[in-house]
């Protein structure tokens, strides 16, 4: 099993930044790709970005130039760095991990952005 818990999440007007974190931990070898979703209120769960072991990095398209993931292997951590945030990025953010063809969740971290 993984284990991934996140932190950051909180209140941020319009405009403003925050940055999450996931640390991964338990069976975290052969974790291949880590990741960001989130899930709106009444609406379906949403990728947001995604990083590989190797690096390679998927955005969401309403995220892209304003989210920045990263990932440091070292301390099993990814980072998601939210600027120009918007209304409607409020969301529960969730990690994920996926490793041999299974998928691991944390538990969620609520950013709200008001306007």
């Known amino acids: 099993q993984v284990q991934l818990v996140e932190s950051g999440g909180g209140l941020v007007q319009a405009g403003g930044s925050l940055r999450l974190s996931c640390a991964a931990s338990?069976?975290?070898?052969?974790?291949?790709?880590m990741g960001w979703y989130r899930q709106a209120p009444g609406k379906q769960r949403e990728l947001v970005a995604t990083?590989?072991?190797?690096?390679?990095?998927n955005y969401q398209d309403s995220v892209k130039g304003r989210f920045t993931i990263s990932r440091d292997n070292a301390k099993n951590t990814v980072y998601l760095q939210m600027n120009s945030l918007k209304p409607e990025d409020t969301a529960n953010y969730y990690c994920?991990?996926?490793?041999?063809?299974?998928?691991?969740w944390g538990k969620g971290t609520l950013v709200t952005v008001s306007s």
């Open positions: 994920n991990a996926a490793r041999y063809g299974s998928n691991f």
């Open positions: 338990g069976l975290i070898a052969g974790i291949n790709s």
């Open positions: 990083i590989s072991s190797g690096g390679d990095i």
